[in-house]
């Protein structure tokens, strides 16, 4: 039986296709949707590894909505698809959207990030993030080559992208690039908190999630605000 969801209202709908429409401009791949207590989850990827080797953190992309009529279901499917019937229903002046076909599930969307005991830490600026976003997407258009291979472009994104900002230790260029790619920099500052080897950046427009890689240090743990 084909699933679909129910927003409570065109705002978040609209919001649903520009956060969707951003995302598949970064990575036009897949989107995880998760419907459970009364809300929708939208989860895509921004930045991950592509093997054993590669140290890039996972970045994830992440923004919430209210269901007008309880579902539940986790399925991956694909990301351009879901933007396009959004679209679609937004052009149809409904607020029913179909919910595309499932797709193979990618390693990052096997991930799901934890959902209490974070830990808040000094909040970061927008501006801040917005000039590590620029900066990075510079250096890694000066040092990729032209026809350069696969091989050597991931390896100078998780050099670039896994590169932890100077200003806040715990936050790496790539989620700065995530949020700035996704548009969640509106306000002045994003929240910060951290659990284990995850950060989590807050902003009304949405989240940034990343996943460091096993046994990363984040160091002194002397920048903790309140336990939440």
């Not at 929708?40 to 590894?49: E, I, N, R, T």
């Not at 091989?151 to 100078?156: L, M, N, Y």
């Not at 670039?160 to 306000?187: C, T």
């Amino acid at each position: 039986m084909a699933k679909t969801f129910i927003l409570t209202s065109d705002a978040f709908l609209r919001d649903a296709q520009t956060f969707t429409q951003r995302a598949a401009r970064v990575n036009n791949s897949s989107a995880r949707l998760i419907a459970a207590d009364g809300f929708l989850q939208v989860y895509v990827g921004v930045l991950f590894p592509r093997g054993l080797l590669d140290r890039t953190p996972t970045v994830l992309g992440l923004h919430v909505f209210p269901l007008e009529q309880p579902e539940e279901f986790d399925v991956v499917v694909p990301l351009e698809s879901l933007a396009h019937r959004i679209g679609v229903a937004l052009e149809q002046d409904k607020r029913e959207v179909d919910v595309p076909a499932e797709v193979a599930s990618l390693a990052w969307a096997a991930i799901t990030p934890p959902r209490d005991e974070w830990k808040r830490r000094f909040g970061v600026s927008s501006a801040a993030l917005s000039e590590a976003a620029q900066s990075g997407i510079a250096r890694v258009a000066e040092a990729v080559p032209a026809n350069a291979g696969e091989s050597i472009v991931q390896k100078v994104r998780a050099e670039v992208w896994g590169e932890i900002l100077s200003h806040h230790k715990r936050i790496p260029a790539g989620a700065a690039f995530a949020a700035d790619a996704l548009g969640l920099l509106e306000g002045r500052n994003l929240q910060v908190h951290t659990r284990d080897n995850w950060v989590r950046l807050s902003s009304k427009a949405g989240y940034v999630l990343v996943k460091f890689p096993s046994g990363h240090d984040f160091g002194p743990d002397d920048d903790a605000e309140v336990e939440v």
